[in-house]
């Protein structure tokens, strides 16, 4: 890990507005968003339609990802109503076992005991986010990489993801270890402010 002072955004502002580019105004207008502190993720602006829009870290990749640790990462998402419940909450978990000094193996060994103990809630139905940004910064190869939906689902659910001519990808950011939860991938054609977006 950095620095802890590398990963945080001084600038308060930009933060909020780069959360809420993950999503179309109409949606990240009226959402809750979160800003990362020294101690963790605090409310910034308390919203009304029961989203919540957050600048995700390196931490919130797989744990095998070499950018994991990586300081430069800025992931805009917004989480529906069903994601705040029971995916957000492992945004939550992840950072303050990384603020608590773990190591990527600790961290990891720290899920597998919480989901265990039912100390993380069972995925909900219908739980998905936004990330539609073209602000973002998701890794060092493809930068704000590209404008896209993920659906979040049981480890046994068939979408036909990643066959040929499927427009559903399988992101590996949990897959299944340790979090109970498939990611599933839909690309958009435009970014959230409607202006054209690279297609995979």
Same mark, same amino acid.
């Given at each position: 890990?950095?620095?802890? #002072?590398? %990963?945080?955004?001084?600038?308060?502002?930009?933060?909020? *507005?780069? &959360?809420? #580019? &993950?999503?179309? /105004?109409?949606?990240? =207008?009226? *959402?809750?968003?979160?800003?990362?502190? $020294?101690?963790?993720?605090?409310?910034? !602006?308390?919203?009304?339609?029961?989203?919540?829009?957050?600048?995700?870290?390196?931490?919130?990749?797989?744990?095998? /990802?070499?950018?994991?640790?990586?300081?430069?990462?800025?992931?805009?998402?917004?989480?529906?109503?069903? &994601?705040?419940?029971?995916?957000?909450?492992?945004?939550? @978990?992840?950072?303050?076992?990384?603020? $608590?000094?773990?190591?990527?193996?600790?961290? @990891?060994?720290?899920?597998?005991?919480?989901?265990?103990?039912?100390?993380?809630?069972?995925?909900?139905?219908?739980?998905?986010?936004?990330?539609?940004? @073209?602000?973002?910064?998701? =890794?060092?190869? %493809?930068?704000?990489?590209? $404008?896209?939906?993920?659906?979040?689902? /049981?480890?046994?659910? =068939?979408?036909?993801?990643?066959?040929?001519?499927?427009?559903?990808?399988?992101?590996?950011?949990?897959?299944? &270890?340790?979090?109970?939860?498939? !990611?599933?991938?839909?690309?958009?054609?435009?970014? #959230?402010?409607?202006?054209?977006?690279? #297609?995979?």
């Amino acid at each position: 890990m950095a620095p802890l #002072s590398q %990963y945080l955004m001084t600038d308060r502002a930009a933060e909020i *507005a780069l &959360a809420r #580019s &993950a999503a179309p /105004a109409a949606i990240s =207008d009226r *959402a809750t968003v979160l800003v990362l502190q $020294s101690h963790g993720y605090v409310t910034a !602006v308390q919203g009304t339609n029961g989203f919540v829009c957050v600048v995700e870290r390196g931490w919130m990749s797989p744990f095998d /990802a070499p950018q994991f640790w990586n300081p430069k990462l800025r992931g805009p998402i917004c989480f529906n109503p069903e &994601a705040v419940k029971s995916i957000l909450p492992i945004t939550y @978990k992840r950072t303050a076992l990384v603020l $608590s000094g773990q190591t990527r193996e600790e961290i @990891k060994k720290d899920i597998e005991e919480a989901y265990a103990t039912k100390q993380l809630p069972p995925l909900e139905p219908g739980a998905m986010s936004y990330m539609m940004s @073209k602000q973002g910064y998701l =890794d060092d190869q %493809y930068g704000h990489w590209m $404008s896209h939906l993920m659906f979040y689902t /049981a480890t046994n659910v =068939d979408w036909g993801a990643d066959k040929t001519g499927s427009p559903v990808l399988l992101n590996p950011q949990f897959h299944g &270890a340790p979090e109970p939860v498939n !990611v599933l991938m839909v690309t958009v054609g435009k970014w #959230s402010d409607g202006t054209a977006a690279p #297609s995979m």
